[in-house]
C-alpha cells in the first residue's frame, strides 16, 4: 500500500480547477483518475485548462444524471461547457407533455365543477321569489338584539288563503299580502342550531292572545292581516325575545303542491275519526295522502279533542312526514337532487329578500347531515282557552314559555328538552 501523501499547500494536479487554486502540476500517479461533481466556482473543466472535461457531474460520455423542468432553455449548458446546444432527450420532452396535460385536465375539472355549482345555486335559488320589506321598521335598539354563534331562527308563515289561486311561489298570481284580505293560519318558529345537528319546531296557535304593535291587544293572526310579514315578524319578535333571521310564506296550496312534488306523504291516524259537520272522516291507520288529502288533513279541527291545538299537531306531524320523504330520498345531500327540490320550493314557497341565492343554497345544503331524530317539534307552553273582547282565545303560560324562549335564543334547545320532558312535544300519535 502507498504511504499516505503528505499534506501539501498546492491541490492536487487532477482535481477540477476551484478558484483561488492552480493546475498545471504533474499528475500523481496514486491518485485514481476520476471526476468529482463541481461545486460553487467550478467552471467544469478537467483539470488541464482547456475547458473540455466532463459537466454536470456525468461521467465522460454518460447521460445527464436527472431531469429538471427549469433546467436551462433549449438545453444551454453552463458557462465553460463545451459549444454547442444539445436537444433535450425524449423522456425529458414525455414528462414534460404528461405533465402539462395533467395540470391541464385538473384545471378544467376544478373550475367545471365550481362552476356547475354555481350555476345551480343561482339558478335554482333564483326560482325562490323574495319578499321586499319583510322585517320591522323599527330601530335596532327596539328590536331583541341578536346572540352570535346562536343557531338560526326562521318564522314559518302559512296562509290560509281558501283559494285555488296561489298567493305565494312563482305561480302567485297576486300579492303576498294584501291590508285586511287574509289573516295566516300558521305561525312557527324553526330554531337551527348553530353546527345543524338539531332543529327544533316550535308552533304558535293562530288565536293566541297577544300584543300587535300599533293595535293593541289581538289574537297572533290578525298581525299578518294588518301589516303583512313585517308586522307580524315584529309582533313575534316583541312576544318571544328572539331575533328572527329569516322569514318563509306559503299558502296551503303550496302545501298541496309540494306534497304531489315530492310524490306524497305517509301519514298515520291512530284511531278512526267520525265525520263531524263538513270534516272527513279517517279510518284508523296509515295513509299515503297526496296534496289534495294532505291538505284536508291539516286544516281541519272540527273533531278533535284539543281543537285549534290538535290542528297544529297535525300540521306538525305534516311538516314530519314531509320531511322524512325528502331524507330518505337522500336529497339533501345529492348537489342535483337538491337543486331540483329548491325548485319545486320555489313554486309555492316566498323568503324574504335578505336570503340571497348562495345564501339559500348552503341553508339547505348545510342540513345535509340532519336525521328525523334530530328534529323536535312542539306546541309553545299552553295556559288555556280564554274569552277576550268576546273572542275565544288561547294564552300562554308565560314561565315556561320564557323559559322556552330563553333556550332557542342561546342555541340551547336539547337541553331544554332534556329538562322538560313533559313539554308539549310531538309524539307519534297523533288524531
Given at each position: 500500500m502507498d504511504p499516505k501523501p503528505e499534506s501539501t499547500d498546492e491541490p492536487p494536479a487532477d482535481a477540477p480547477h476551484r478558484a483561488g487554486g492552480r493546475s498545471g502540476e504533474p499528475r500523481r500517479a496514486?491518485?485514481?483518475?476520476?471526476?468529482?461533481?463541481?461545486?460553487?466556482?467550478?467552471?467544469?473543466?478537467?483539470?488541464?485548462?482547456?475547458?473540455?472535461?466532463?459537466?454536470?457531474?456525468?461521467?465522460?460520455?454518460?447521460?445527464?444524471?436527472?431531469?429538471?423542468?427549469?433546467?436551462?432553455?433549449?438545453?444551454?449548458?453552463?458557462a465553460g461547457a463545451a459549444a454547442g446546444p444539445e436537444e433535450p432527450p425524449a423522456r425529458r420532452r414525455r414528462t414534460r407533455r404528461v405533465l402539462l396535460w395533467t395540470l391541464s385536465v385538473l384545471l378544467v375539472l376544478v373550475l367545471g365543477t365550481g362552476g356547475a355549482l354555481f350555476w345551480?345555486?343561482?339558478?335554482?335559488?333564483?326560482?325562490?321569489?323574495?319578499?321586499?320589506?319583510?322585517?320591522?321598521?323599527?330601530?335596532?335598539?327596539?328590536?331583541?338584539?341578536?346572540?352570535?354563534?346562536?343557531?338560526?331562527?326562521?318564522?314559518?308563515?302559512?296562509?290560509?288563503?281558501?283559494?285555488?289561486v296561489p298567493t305565494t311561489g312563482s305561480r302567485a298570481t297576486g300579492p303576498v299580502w294584501q291590508q285586511g284580505a287574509a289573516r295566516s293560519d300558521t305561525m312557527m318558529l324553526l330554531h337551527l342550531s348553530d353546527d345543524r345537528r338539531s332543529a327544533s319546531l316550535v308552533s304558535l296557535a293562530r288565536d293566541t292572545w297577544v300584543d300587535v304593535p300599533g293595535h293593541g291587544r289581538a289574537k297572533l293572526n290578525a298581525a299578518y292581516s294588518w301589516g303583512g310579514p313585517a308586522l307580524m315578524t315584529e309582533t313575534v319578535q316583541n312576544l318571544t325575545g328572539i331575533r328572527i333571521d329569516h322569514l318563509a310564506v306559503v299558502d296551503w296550496n303550496g302545501f298541496r303542491a309540494l306534497t304531489d312534488a315530492?310524490?306524497?306523504?305517509?301519514?298515520?291516524?291512530?284511531?278512526?275519526?267520525?265525520?263531524?259537520?263538513?270534516?272527513?272522516?279517517?279510518?284508523?291507520?296509515?295513509?299515503?295522502?297526496d296534496g289534495a288529502q294532505a291538505l284536508l288533513y291539516v286544516r281541519e279541527r272540527y273533531g278533535l279533542p284539543g281543537g285549534?291545538?290538535?290542528?297544529?299537531?297535525?300540521?306538525?306531524?305534516?311538516?314530519?312526514?314531509?320531511?322524512?320523504?325528502?331524507?330518505?330520498?337522500?336529497?339533501?345531500?345529492?348537489?342535483?337532487?337538491?337543486?331540483?327540490?329548491?325548485?319545486?320550493v320555489g313554486e309555492v314557497v316566498s323568503v324574504d329578500d335578505r336570503l340571497s341565492n348562495a345564501d339559500l343554497f348552503q341553508l339547505a345544503w348545510?342540513?345535509?347531515?340532519?336525521?328525523?331524530?334530530?328534529?323536535?317539534?312542539?306546541?309553545?307552553?299552553?295556559?288555556?282557552f280564554d274569552t277576550r273582547d268576546g273572542q275565544a282565545v288561547v294564552l300562554l303560560d308565560e314561565r315556561p314559555a320564557a323559559q322556552l324562549w330563553e333556550a332557542m335564543r342561546n342555541d340551547r334547545m336539547p337541553q331544554y328538552f332534556q329538562e322538560h320532558r313533559a313539554g308539549d312535544t310531538l309524539g307519534t300519535d297523533v288524531d
Open positions: 496514486d491518485v485514481p483518475d476520476r471526476a468529482e461533481p463541481p461545486r460553487d466556482g467550478d467552471d467544469g473543466d478537467d483539470g488541464d485548462g482547456d475547458g473540455d472535461g466532463p459537466h454536470d457531474g456525468a461521467r465522460p460520455g454518460g447521460p445527464p444524471t436527472g431531469l429538471s423542468l427549469f433546467e436551462p432553455r433549449g438545453g444551454e449548458e453552463p345551480a345555486a343561482e339558478h335554482y335559488a333564483s326560482s325562490v321569489p323574495r319578499i321586499p320589506d319583510a322585517f320591522p321598521t323599527a330601530p335596532e335598539s327596539a328590536q331583541p338584539e341578536p346572540v352570535p354563534a346562536s343557531g338560526l331562527n326562521l318564522l314559518l308563515v302559512g296562509l290560509d288563503a281558501r283559494s285555488d315530492v310524490g306524497g306523504v305517509d301519514i298515520t291516524v291512530p284511531r278512526t275519526i267520525e265525520a263531524v259537520g263538513g270534516a272527513r272522516a279517517w279510518e284508523a291507520g296509515t295513509h299515503h295522502m285549534d291545538l290538535d290542528r297544529t299537531k297535525r300540521q306538525q306531524n305534516f311538516l314530519r312526514a314531509l320531511m322524512l320523504r325528502i331524507m330518505d330520498s337522500g336529497t339533501l345531500a345529492n348537489p342535483s337532487r337538491l337543486g331540483g327540490l329548491l325548485q319545486s348545510s342540513l345535509r347531515s340532519l336525521r328525523a331524530d334530530d328534529v323536535r317539534f312542539m306546541n309553545a307552553p299552553f295556559g288555556g
